[in-house]
């Protein structure tokens, strides 16, 4: 397996659809985090399966004796971070006590801005090599949680006064990761991978999406690893295993080969439609995030935004002030580069 190729198609899939243009809160960002989105079972049976909240991978592995199976689970988890204005500037906070003031949706401290948004933390879940013919006589059932954490941020003007916080909340999460395995014919087995979001709720019927989505896994895909063995594509799978290809049943989830072109050690299914072995266009700067738009046009886009506009992009997170930063420095020749 080349694990730089494969990281680096897993990272584009992880923030694709991060946030979209024009990069800052906007109606168009109202609703983030569309794809790989799982939210608690709990919210989803209570709102009438309005969100999915579990991801099936099913695919087929040629399997030798000793076949093993790796796997990778790695998701987004959402996080809050407001800005909470302080009625009064502070040199410093109260040690013991909660200063006055109030959540605003957006702050101008001298020459920033700061805005209350949803942030994300990178999670990753993996399970050690499992026997793969093990696999047909009992379910592997691997568990996970993370917990609830906080943290504050003053913000302070030029007179180094607190005139603000910035308060981020990540929400407790609790999730399973099943694996199963079946012979469909002599020496092909059918390996199915399951995520569940079993994170516990006190009120689901009452709660919003909003809130919910900060109990959820979102850009949720799985990479599958084989020793003593090897994958079959699904998109183009020998005349021999068309049937056994057809009847693999992918909820949520798109698994394709990746590597270098021949490889087939290697999967990756993920909440977009790929082919087999995806690459990245050499031509492109980076991750423009906006939902596999065309980086000519987001670049472009970009630089006709306003001073303003190009302050609160910058403002939002570090990666849409890196986003601009990079547009911002790109030479002619290099923006010739993405033309077609």
């Known amino acids: 397996m080349n694990d730089a190729v ?109 805005h209350t948004w949803q942030e994300s933390i990178e999670r990753e879940v993996c399970i050690a090599p499992q026997d793969l013919h093990a696999l047909i006589h009992a379910t592997h059932r691997h568990y996970f949680e993370f917990p609830t954490n906080s943290s504050t941020e003053p913000v302070r003007n030029e007179a180094n006064q607190i005139v603000a916080l910035l308060i981020r909340e990540q ?89 270098e072109g021949t490889e087939t050690d290697t999967m990756l299914s993920s909440p977009i439609i790929l082919y087999d072995y995806p690459q990245l266009a050499p031509e492109s700067p980076g991750e423009l995030f906006d939902s596999l738009e065309i980086d000519e046009i987001l670049n472009l886009r970009i630089l006709t935004l306003t001073d303003d506009e190009k302050t609160a992009m910058a403002s939002v997170d570090e990666k849409s002030a890196a986003l601009l930063a990079r547009s911002q420095s790109l030479a002619r020749g290099q923006m010739m580069q993405l033309h077609g």
């Not at 990272?11 to 109202?30: D, Q, T």
Request: overall charge negative; some cysteine.
């Open 171 to 259: 929400q407790f999460i609790q999730g399973s990761i099943e694996i199963a395995a079946r012979e469909v014919q002599a020496g092909l087995i059918q390996l199915t991978v399951s995520i569940i979001n079993r994170t516990p709720l006190q009120s689901a019927s009452g709660m919003t999406r909003d809130e919910a989505m900060l109990h959820s896994f979102v850009s949720t895909h799985t990479i599958l690893g084989i020793t003593g063995g090897l994958f079959v594509s699904l998109m183009d799978p020998p005349p021999q295993y068309k049937d056994a290809a057809n009847n693999c049943q992918n909820i949520g989830a798109y698994p394709v080969l990746v590597g």
């Open 6 to 114: 494969v990281e680096k198609i897993a990272h584009a899939v992880l923030y694709e659809g991060y946030m979209l243009y024009p990069y800052r809160p906007s109606i168009k960002n109202r609703q983030r985090w569309t794809f790989g989105g799982l939210v608690p079972e709990t919210y989803s049976v209570a709102h009438k399966n309005s969100d999915a909240w579990m991801m099936q991978t099913q695919c087929l592995v040629e399997a030798g004796d000793n076949a093993a199976i790796e796997i990778k689970v790695r998701f987004l988890q959402p996080l809050t971070r407001n800005v909470f204005k302080l009625d009064e500037p502070m040199s410093e906070l109260p040690a013991n006590a909660a200063p006055a003031g109030s959540i605003v949706e957006s702050l101008q401290v001298g020459s920033k801005q700061y």
